[in-house]
């Protein structure tokens, strides 16, 4: 079974930027979707991008378009997030996900492994 660690999270200013990573180890990390997710404070936890096994084809959610960008290396086992012009209700912790399927899912259902998040913060 797969482990996803993340990594990037942390405090920033609005209107600033943040990469997170995620490395997969111990699984077959090229033949999935992987998916990022997020989960404010008393919310709900949200599909925030998506991207299918080759990392050709990709999805950022609703209002996080043009800001906030998913990417993979399938050679370095890892998935990115870059996240820009930040907005303090960005504020969450933020979750890589393995799907299992090969096309990206919104769904949280499609998903089996997790990560145990990344903080971030976006705060004047």
């Known amino acids: 079974q797969v482990q996803l660690i993340e990594s990037g999270g942390g405090l920033v200013q609005p209107g600033g930027s943040l990469r997170l990573t995620c490395l997969a180890s111990?699984?077959?990390?090229?033949?999935?979707?992987m998916g990022w997710f997020r989960q404010a404070p008393g919310k709900e936890r949200e599909f925030v991008a998506g991207?299918?096994?080759?990392?050709?084809?990709?999805f950022s959610a609703g209002s996080l378009k043009g800001r906030f960008t998913i990417s993979r290396d399938n050679a370095k086992n890892t998935v990115y997030l870059q996240m820009s012009s930040l907005k303090p209700e960005d504020t969450a912790v933020y979750y890589c996900?393995?799907?299992?399927?090969?096309?990206?899912?919104?769904?949280?259902?499609?998903?089996?492994?997790w990560g145990h998040g990344t903080q971030v913060i976006v705060s004047s």
């Open positions: 111990g699984g077959s990390f090229s033949r999935y979707a």
């Open positions: 996900a393995q799907a299992r399927t090969e096309e990206y899912e919104s769904n949280e259902y499609y998903y089996d492994n």
């Open positions: 991207i299918n096994l080759s990392g050709r084809s990709t």
